[in-house]
């Protein structure tokens, strides 16, 4: 069985490719005609780069819950909607059904409005992986509340940033997350971010470790308490809030070259349709699979294959809490032996992490369900692709390769599972409805294959970013202004002879470690903090596991320690002001840096010298005190 918009081969790729390119609209709405809309569109879509304005399906209403639950309610009512995974293996696992999640959906949605929401208001849910992170978002998607979801990770102060961007009145959260052997205390993060935020008036928090937390009168509450309420009440049934196509759905938050990290805004109809779209095809889900994304809810990946995607297809969605070493470096290949994963969608950091334990966690481990490989959030080397290819794949199942960003709200570039060539390290060929160019510094199209630029979407899809929360002027400033009429992504990338597409990685100072989007400013900001350092510049290097290290330079004119305890002192300083993704891993403690007589640091020096290539630093004789190259150089980590 298969979906009616499922394109099967080659061939059917190619027509679908042509049609989407010559006639979009048509294209489109042959695909939203598989949803539940309350209302038609009374326009397929309209579109300008230069302001920019995006508006797809424009006067249809909707609301994503319904297509996501109710809609499969008679005839999928009993198949499992999320498969839930506990980072202890020894903990009972948690299957919920089409209807169980549906009920409860509609129930913790029902706290929500008992809680003074309503729709348009922002609620920001700083969750670990278990079920109810995702019944908070869908409750929030069910009244028109506007979801910003924060990944664990990040520190107190980073959550504050992003609660007074979005001006959140409520926040979701949980006593505290385990992740592996660490238990990290959710609750009293929050605590030390509400200080700065008096939006915020009330605090859901729900029992997950029973960690002693300290509850707020007149502003914390317990998700059990309150769900009890609601079940006194006699569990009214909650009907959807009836969204226009373009109404915000949610707001998430990621870094850019520049400033603080920026709420990327994606709306209701078009995320819909797009998400849908590309996992059906992309995966070749069949009715009846298990699909494991292995990603963080936190990130775009676990909002759009793990929540959206996956629910609005009626698929069978596997959600695990843990980290891929915890108990050891097998969990994974266990997970899949214990459920009969079908379809498995990780990252390149994991599988290269994986791969150095070597071999014996995979052997005796039953992997025959899999059927197809995906991996998302950096380039993929050759090794890492042919070790999972073989060992985890056994040869026999595709691996997509799936190049999108948090503001393309799903996949763009992949090939489709077992339809279109696979090639190694390579995302292959647009879906239809994409269309990719590459451009040179000026922003001239280049024609033909066999060529490289900087990577830019000519035309619009339906999740495309609408607006930055708050700034628009920051959205047409950072993807719209760089080259007129293109959406520019901000990665490098090759066309090879037959038209695939291998994305080289970022060509601004956005750095990606372990798949996380990092920008080196943010950085610099954090380790400035430090009341001793009086400047930093911060560059990747290349690193093994992580794709990308971060290498920070450090001028430092503090009370002198040993150099050893200032540098952990830096790193203690970015975990707290970002948090611990962000922490550098080589802090070189210098004298000055290269700069330009006009004042710019040369960061192409400093990436060179990270990388450990001495040769070809450029020209040098522009700076203002060529020493200071010497004097790094020598002391490079
Ligand atoms: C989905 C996600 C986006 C950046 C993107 C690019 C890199 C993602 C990739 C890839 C090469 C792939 N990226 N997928 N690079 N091949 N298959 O990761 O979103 O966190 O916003 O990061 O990740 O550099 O620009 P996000």
Request: glycine share 8%.
């Amino acid at each position: 069985m298969s979906y009616p918009y499922q394109i099967r081969s080659l061939e059917e790729y190619r027509s679908a490719y042509q049609a989407s390119v010559k006639d979009p609209e048509g294209f489109w709405a042959g695909i939203a005609a598989n949803f539940q809309w309350r209302r038609p569109w009374d326009k397929v879509l309209e579109w300008n780069f230069t302001e920019p304005q995006v508006r797809w399906f424009s006067g249809a209403q909707l609301n994503i819950t319904e297509n996501c639950l109710d809609r499969h309610l008679a005839e999928k009512g009993d198949q499992p909607a999320i498969i839930w995974e506990p980072n202890d293996p020894e903990e009972h696992y948690r299957i919920l059904s089409y209807k169980e999640l549906h009920s409860k959906v509609c129930q913790f949605a029902n706290v929500l409005k008992n809680n003074g929401l309503k729709k348009g208001d922002r609620v920001c849910i700083y969750m670990p992986m278990v079920p109810e992170l995702a019944i908070a978002v869908l409750a929030c998607a069910r009244i028109g509340v506007i979801h910003s979801v924060v990944f664990g990770g990040f520190s107190a102060q980073s959550i504050a940033d992003r609660i007074q961007d979005a001006q959140c009145s409520l926040v979701i959260t949980s006593d505290g997350a385990n992740r592996g052997n660490k238990q990290i205390p959710l609750k009293s993060v929050i605590d030390d971010a509400l200080v700065q935020c008096p939006s915020v008036k009330r605090v859901i928090v729900l029992t997950r470790t029973r960690v002693p937390v300290s509850m707020i009168k007149g502003r914390d509450v317990w998700w059990e308490d309150e769900v009890r309420k609601v079940e006194t009440q006699g569990n009214p049934p909650c009907p959807v809030e009836v969204m226009d196509a373009e109404d915000l759905l949610f707001i998430l938050y990621t870094s850019g070259s520049t400033g603080k990290p920026k709420g990327v805004v994606h709306t209701c109809g078009g995320y819909m349709v797009f998400t849908n779209y590309s996992f059906v095809n992309v995966f070749q889900y069949k009715p009846g699979e298990i699909f494991f994304c292995t990603a963080d809810i936190g990130w775009i990946t676990g909002h759009s294959y793990i929540v959206y995607g996956p629910l609005s297809a009626g698929a069978t969605s596997l959600m695990f809490e843990g980290i891929p070493t915890y108990p050891d470096a097998g969990r994974f290949w266990d997970i899949v032996d214990k459920y009969k994963v079908n379809i498995l969608y990780t990252a390149p950091t994991a599988i290269r992490s994986l791969m150095g334990f070597g071999l014996d966690f995979v052997k005796n481990k039953d992997l025959s369900s899999l059927r197809v490989l995906g991996t998302v959030g950096e380039p993929i080397n050759e090794e890492a692709w042919h070790w999972y290819h073989d060992n985890i794949g056994k040869g026999h199942c595709p691996i997509v390769d799936t190049w999108w960003q948090t503001e393309t709200g799903g996949i763009l570039i992949s090939n489709l599972a077992g339809v279109t060539p696979e090639k190694p390290a390579h995302a292959t060929l647009p879906l239809p409805g994409v269309q990719p160019v590459l451009v040179d510094e000026k922003g001239e199209e280049l024609q033909g294959n066999n060529i490289s630029g900087n990577l830019c979407i000519k035309f619009p899809w339906p999740s495309i970013i609408r607006t930055t929360y708050g700034d628009h002027e920051r959205c047409r400033q950072t993807y719209f202004a760089t080259y007129p009429n293109l959406y520019f992504t901000g990665d490098g990338a090759l066309r090879d002879a037959d038209g695939n597409y291998r994305i080289t990685g970022r060509v601004d100072d956005v750095l990606n470690v372990s798949g996380h989007r990092i920008g080196t400013a943010e950085v610099e900001n954090a380790i400035n903090m430090h009341t001793g350092v009086v400047e930093s510049a911060v560059v990747g290097y290349p690193h093994d596991i992580k794709g990308q290290g971060i290498y920070a330079y450090v001028i430092f004119n503090g009370t002198k320690t040993d150099d050893e305890s200032i540098r952990k002192d830096i790193v203690q300083t970015v975990a707290r002001i970002i948090g611990p993704i962000a922490k550098p891993d080589k802090i070189q403690l210098v004298s000055g840096l290269p700069k330009t007589r006009s004042g710019k640091i040369m960061r192409r020096i400093l990436r060179k010298i990270a990388e450990g290539e001495f040769q070809n630093l450029g020209d040098t004789t522009t700076l203002l005190d060529p020493a200071v190259v010497e004097e790094i150089k020598g002391g490079r980590l």
